[in-house]
């Protein structure tokens, strides 16, 4: 349908008509599984259709360093006696343990491999602190891993690398309900996180799709940013203190729950985004905002990127302090969610683009009245075509899920590479477009199976500036993996870019840290690299 | 007043009967200049009455370190023509520059006094980067100098540094409509950067009192808090770039415009407070966010402390998005602004406690019906005594004046021991009590000539848990201070504070580190120090 003529008609027919055709029955959880709820299982044969390649074998050009020992029944015992109990490990030195090691020798999209002998599950700094030191000086190489969700590898063994799991490190410590300061171990899951401040009516400052299973000192390890960045801010602002150990063994207690304290360099900023190269971050100091009492969702269609464009600029300018999220998804990406799940669209037609609107207040009817005014507005002067107001809790979570599904649905389609990238706002779609055009050019796309490509999908955080371009794949080729890249990395360096938005390096991206940073930084990265960890034992073959 | 029966009355009064007794008339420029409008004179010869000790002096334990060699007229000889052009320094080696250099050999608060004999105002970071590489191979120590205006001497040299001034790297190099991303030089004034953001519907996200005189490349040296951090958060979430040059010479390229871009070490965060000691910013990129189309600004009256505390938490609740700025005053306080100014108070009564609250939102008529709600509550509950909201914009600046008066106000009774402190809500004002009755029972305090201590005075920023101690004297002496000091240090460090919140470590906290950091994060900071800085050329014998 096109833009109404009639704007008060128009926001009359938004709001008091049940516009909202997404009821609770649409959305099952049997029909869609979003990642917010995935969970790690205890064996990947539960999956067993889906063979893990070795990430050794992804990666022919990684040799195993040979500075670093293999894992030893000495070793073994060495850990054994520290952590105390069996619980604490996993032990496949000393006997078969393939099943047990196997959800920590992978991720949850069972794209990298490794081949750990050995998972260690410390509970406090003290013992990851003994743990580091052991291994610093027998050349053990490490790799720290959360709730294993990221997206890049990052906390995945490549060869016999020790996992550190943070698991049973799971302590709240303490939240103080005057300031909203939360102190809590590494471990701890971020929707318990957020439950725990919930119940004293604050938030945590992150929220993103792997909430039930990623651990809070995974999110300050990668930087983690998710879906309401826009609102809250990032890590390096929200974050007040860290406790971390280094290689060595060394204890960093900065645990500090002061909003200010110019006292030295703030050095706890290197662990946030440093993916385990430098550290293992075991407890966290975070600043919460109040919980918003009202939350308002639209959901809109809209003819053109740039039409996209022009809603963001009138959200940001009339929503203000109360938007919390921009996101922003194509055409294809919501028709394969509606082809996955078999769910009706909330909107009757069909648009080039679509985006999702949230609002956070204090106040609901202060808040509908803005949201209104602003779809008023936008309906009104012809920027966005249609739109539909969630009515309540269930309707939300029905819309959140057009954009949330996009994941899982693309996953049910075959094989995805996916691009996390931020891209000034003018250009962020037409990367979209130019490798879509640029994929047909080559004869690579098409509907029927003899094309390997299925579709090129663009959503995202627009209110970040970052855009997820995702090429469904019927299967993985050099063909296409070639065609894509690395253009699409010059494709972005020439923008001003960033090739990982939100996602990090791992090793997904580690080759690629050029087309996003200058060589004087990478050098400089190296250098504090060689400062914490000069054996190099911290997360190797990744990162920098 | 006590608190009105009739809570309706009360916000009735409070609103309809022009209650703001502060008209424009009360504040006129030359009663009151607050710090907001100081600026540098270029001599200090304005004030000969208040004659400068130097630091050096006054600190008789610090020597001029040997290893850095004296400015000699070979050295000024190159500086002259690596500039290009005389008015790019102040050359006090090959003739006398006493009055020319007098202000860069100050503060403004004439605290400290340095013997620098050359200043250097480059104009781009490659003429820094020549001036520092010269400097590292030559041994030659330099103070980087923005606005100077800091509280702890980090910006004034304290034997014969060069001076390496950024006012005039003064570019606004971007900014960006659709993002709110602003690039500009080191040099800009932070009021300068506000205005040009202003234009465009956007807020720096920093104010504070020397707005009219700090460099924005400064308020990044020294991580700057100021009154809207509340809401804004601090300059580690909104700085999203930075160039800056280090000794030798490397010019970091980091200036991103890019929200988020998780490609590596987020390294420049280190220079966020570093004050100059391990290289110097010259440019930011920084994100604003929208500016705010409704100001609102109420002051109130209460009678203790634990009201105070009442009065925050119900405003974090009840105004929560919209809340900018939460100031709490102590009722000496603002006794001093009266007398000095001899304006009217806002308010009939007189109490221990007064509360400065700002709203900044996107809708005036919201915004005023939560804030009225917000009073009604407060007033009813007897959380507030009394109170009146700012009916405009100039009322708005003359309720700001009784808190952004106190610095001044305070400076005109003679000198002033300042303590910038982080404290944990719950005990932030008792630090005010404790130190009260310390110099009462030394009987050091009095209102007769014959005691040194005038009055002990807290105010500062509550929403950030951030207390200003002031101690105003009628002269310094080392009876007071020694009753002041380390005593005031052991009191924070006790309640995990921070013995410098905002103003940073400079030459007047370097000594007293310890008592807010712990001896493993000293160790690794001097660790940064020494890898950037290895000669130590950098803003030596200040920060660590």
């Known amino acids: 349908m096109a833009a109404p003529r009639s704007v008060a008609a128009a926001l009359r027919r938004t709001r008091l008509s049940s516009r909202?055709?997404?009821?609770?029955?649409?959305?099952?959880?049997?029909?869609?599984?979003?990642?917010?709820?995935?969970?790690?299982?205890?064996?990947?044969?539960?999956?067993?259709?889906?063979?893990?390649?070795?990430?050794a074998a992804a990666y022919p050009q990684i040799k195993r360093d040979p500075r670093f020992a293999e894992v030893t029944k000495e070793h073994v015992q060495y850990f054994k006696q520290l952590l105390g109990t069996d619980s604490a490990l996993i032990d496949g030195v000393n006997a078969d343990a393939t099943?047990?090691?196997?959800?920590?020798?992978?991720?949850?999209?069972?794209?990298?491999?490794?081949?750990?002998?050995?998972v260690l599950r410390p509970?406090?700094?003290?013992?990851?602190?003994?743990?580091?030191?052991?291994?610093?000086?027998?050349?053990?190489?490490?790799?720290?891993?959360?709730?294993?969700?990221?997206?890049?590898?990052?906390?995945?063994?490549?060869?016999?690398?020790?996992?550190?799991?943070?698991?049973?490190?799971?302590?709240?410590?303490?939240?103080?309900?005057?300031?909203g300061v939360?102190?809590?171990?590494?471990?701890?899951?971020?929707?318990?996180?957020?439950a725990h401040v919930g119940e004293h009516g604050y938030l945590f400052p992150l929220d993103l799709g792997a909430k039930g299973s990623c651990h809070i000192g995974g999110n300050v390890a990668t930087n983690a940013g998710g879906l309401r960045l826009l609102r809250y801010g990032s890590l390096h602002g929200n974050v007040l203190g860290l406790e971390a150990v280094l290689p060595d063994g060394t204890i960093i207690d900065s645990l500090s729950t002061l909003r200010k304290n110019n006292t030295g360099y703030d050095f706890k900023q290197l662990f946030i985004g440093a993916e385990g190269t430098i550290g293992i971050v075991t407890g966290v100091s975070?600043?919460?905002?109040?919980?918003?009492?009202?939350?308002?969702?639209?959901?809109?269609?809209?003819?053109?990127y740039?039409?996209?464009?022009?809603?963001?600029?009138?959200?940001?300018?009339?929503?203000?302090?109360?938007?919390?999220a921009f996101e922003l998804m194509d055409g294809r990406s919501q028709g394969i969610v509606r082809e996955s799940t078999g769910n009706k669209p909330p909107l009757e037609g069909e648009y080039p683009f679509y985006c999702l609107i949230e609002t956070s207040g204090s106040n609901t009817e202060h808040d509908l009245a803005k949201l209104e005014s602003f779809l008023e507005h936008v309906l009104g002067e012809g920027i966005?075509?249609?739109?539909?107001?969630?009515?309540?809790?269930?309707?939300?979570?029905?819309?959140?899920?057009?954009?949330?599904?996009?994941?899982?649905s693309l996953s049910h389609l075959g094989g995805t590479y996916k691009y996390d990238v931020s891209i000034p706002l003018p250009e962020l779609y037409q990367l979209v477009e130019d490798c879509k055009n640029r994929l047909t050019e080559k004869g690579l796309v098409g509907d029927d199976d003899s094309f390997p490509v299925r579709a090129v999908v663009g959503y995202g955080h627009m209110g970040d500036s970052n855009l997820h371009l995702n090429v469904s794949v019927r299967q993985y080729t050099k063909e296409v993996e070639k065609a894509i890249e690395p253009w699409v990395y010059e494709w972005i360096a020439k923008r001003n870019g960033s090739i990982s938005a939100e996602h990090g390096l791992g090793i997904a991206k580690k080759e690629f840290i050029g087309y996003s940073q200058n060589d004087t930084n990478i050098k400089l990265m190296k250098q504090l690299k060689n400062l914490y960890d000069p054996n190099g034992i911290m997360n190797p073959y990744k990162y920098i």
């Not at 819309?399 to 599904?405: F, K």
């Open 99 to 118: 099943d047990d090691l196997a959800p920590f020798n992978s991720d949850w999209m069972r794209k990298y491999g490794g081949q750990t002998r050995l």
């Open 384 to 408: 966005v075509a249609d739109g539909v107001l969630a009515q309540d809790e269930t309707q939300i979570q029905s819309l959140w899920r057009w954009r949330e599904g996009i994941t899982e």
């Open 286 to 304: 975070i600043l919460c905002p109040p919980r918003a009492k009202a939350v308002n969702v639209a959901y809109f269609g809209l003819e053109s």
């Open 123 to 179: 509970q406090t700094a003290e013992e990851v602190s003994k743990i580091l030191k052991y291994c610093n000086e027998n050349k053990l190489a490490v790799v720290p891993q959360g709730g294993n969700t990221g997206l890049v590898g990052g906390s995945v063994p490549v060869f016999d690398e020790i996992v550190i799991n943070t698991a049973r490190m799971n302590k709240i410590r303490s939240f103080d309900q005057e300031s």
């Open 20 to 55: 909202c055709r997404c009821t609770h029955t649409i959305f099952t959880p049997t029909v869609v599984q979003t990642p917010r709820h995935f969970s790690i299982t205890t064996s990947n044969r539960a999956d067993p259709y889906k063979k893990i390649q070795l990430t």
């Open 182 to 194: 939360l102190v809590a171990d590494a471990g701890v899951i971020l929707e318990v996180a957020d």
């Open 306 to 324: 740039e039409q996209v464009r022009k809603a963001f600029r009138e959200a940001k300018g009339q929503l203000s302090e109360i938007l919390s």
